[in-house]
């Protein structure tokens, strides 16, 4: 006879297991749910199951989107609305990863490891105009800095707020806020506009705004909610890229280490600008510039891949190991080192960040394409 399960119950005991805080009583009531539970979506391969933790967070993801989908219909002509859904949604998502040709997945082999490395931590540098250099990490809540035109504040959700000072003459000053491998942060701009850096990136800014424009200067990637300012555009510089805007938000990927530099508009509009080429992004497209030629790609693409660093994830859809390899390194501040034959094979699936990272090569290993040894922060991909 099966059981009936206490939905309410199931999901205050997702949320607390999120936490660390769920009871032996309520983990087991929990797995146990999951595992009478039926599943006519996604069939989660065997390899999977000693896993537990794999296992509760996919459990938190089929009970939220569930929740979700009751409270929060779908609707496409809102396309804020429907991101904060779909990012609510991805925030929680579960690990699932499979091989792509076929979705065969073998028992993994146990990943070589003499090292633990952690996943990445929320920090960063902020140089001043003056050349001061804080590391962002260690400011304390409330605690205030003060350079050229401005107060900086490092707030309680660690945001830094800016209180400018008007009558500063000089705007040509810029500061910059920059991310290590291993870490990420999030900053507001002096206009408002709030930014996500990635790992490995760097924004630079000026000290206050411009009255005719508000520029500014990125290396590696981050995720823009731009503050609305209809007489004063707002554009990103990113190597031999410009993106205008008057208020949007959107992705950018210019990494110095990938092919291409990629934005993905999320809200409004954005002009995307490459020497004499000439492109305006619609909701739900990429633009793509390869870096060894001129022109502008546009496509339609998955906006939760093209944002699930920001949320806490890997999302690969059809890449190589060795695209792959460069988000990981990234993030655990890693070298990665290539023995043997690459593997040709495309990977797609979802991993959390927050794991340490040879729980997120047992999981690559799934897949019986690759292998991995760790030595020191060393990784070698093996065939």
Same mark, same amino acid.
């Given at each position: 006879? *099966?059981?009936?399960y206490d939905k ?15 009871s032996?009583?309520e983990q ?6 999951y595992?009478?539970h039926k599943?006519d *979506?996604?069939? /989660? ?7 537990v ?6 459990m ?9 989908a009751?409270q929060f219909p779908?609707n496409k002509?809102?396309?804020k609305k429907?991101w904060s859904i779909?990012?609510a949604?991805l925030?929680i998502?579960? /690990?699932f ?8 997945v073998?028992?993994?082999?146990q ?12 920090s960063a540098t902020l ?7 804080i ?11 003060k350079?050229?035109?401005v ?5 309680a ?7 400018v000072?008007?009558?500063? %003459?000089g ?8 991310t290590?491998?291993g870490?990420?942060? %999030?900053?507001n701009l002096?206009?408002g506009?709030?930014?996500w850096?990635n ?6 800014y ?12 990125l290396?590696?990637?981050?995720y ?14 990113s190597?031999k890229?410009?993106?205008?805007? &008057? ?10 280490n990938?092919?291409?530099i990629?934005t ?12 004499d ?18 022109g502008?790609?546009? /496509?339609?693409v ?5 944002v ?5 994830y ?6 190589s ?15 990665v ?8 094979e495309?990977f797609?699936? %979802?991993?959390?960040?927050n ?8 999981i &690559? ?8 040894? *760790? ?9």
């Amino acid at each position: 006879m *099966i059981q009936e399960y206490d939905k309410e119950l199931l999901l205050k005991i997702a949320y607390k297991l999120k936490l660390g805080q769920a009871s032996p009583e309520e983990q087991d009531y929990f797995d146990r749910w999951y595992r009478e539970h039926k599943d006519d *979506i996604l069939e /989660l391969p065997e390899g999977y199951v000693p896993h537990v933790e794999m296992i509760r967070d996919r459990m938190h993801e089929k009970i939220m989107h569930r929740i979700t989908a009751e409270q929060f219909p779908k609707n496409k002509k809102n396309p804020k609305k429907w991101w904060s859904i779909a990012a609510a949604a991805l925030l929680i998502m579960g /690990l699932f990863f499979y091989f792509q040709n076929n979705g065969n997945v073998n028992d993994p082999k146990q990943v070589a490891v003499d090292t633990v490395i952690l996943p990445g931590t929320q920090s960063a540098t902020l140089t001043l105009s003056d050349g001061k250099k804080i590391k962002l990490s260690d400011l304390k809540t409330g605690q205030t800095v003060k350079a050229d035109g401005v107060l900086i504040t490092k707030a309680a959700d660690g945001n830094l707020i800016y209180e400018v000072d008007h009558t500063f %003459t000089g705007r040509m000053k810029l500061n910059t806020v920059a991310t290590m491998n291993g870490e990420t942060y %999030t900053i507001n701009l002096p206009d408002g506009t709030l930014v996500w850096l990635n790992a490995g990136s760097s924004l630079k800014y000026p000290v206050v705004f411009d009255k005719k424009e508000r520029k500014v200067i990125l290396t590696g990637e981050a995720y823009f909610e731009v503050a609305s300012n209809k007489k004063v555009p707002f554009s990103v510089v990113s190597g031999k890229q410009t993106v205008e805007v &008057l208020g949007t938000h959107f992705n950018i990927n210019a990494y110095d280490n990938e092919k291409y530099i990629k934005t993905t508009l999320l809200e409004g509009r954005v002009k995307v600008k490459n020497d004499d080429a000439v492109s305006i992004l619609n909701v739900g497209q990429q633009s793509r510039i390869n870096k060894e030629k001129d022109g502008i790609d546009v /496509l339609e693409v998955d906006l939760e891949e093209a944002v699930a660093w920001k949320e806490g994830y890997f999302r690969f859809n059809n890449e190589s190991i060795e695209s792959v390899m460069r988000k990981v390194a990234r993030w655990y501040n890693i070298d990665v080192s290539f023995q043997g034959v690459i593997s040709k094979e495309k990977f797609n699936g %979802t991993v959390s960040r927050n794991k340490d990272i040879d729980q997120v090569l047992e999981i &690559l290993e799934l897949t019986n394409a690759v292998h991995f040894k *760790i030595k020191g922060r060393r990784v070698t991909v093996m065939e």
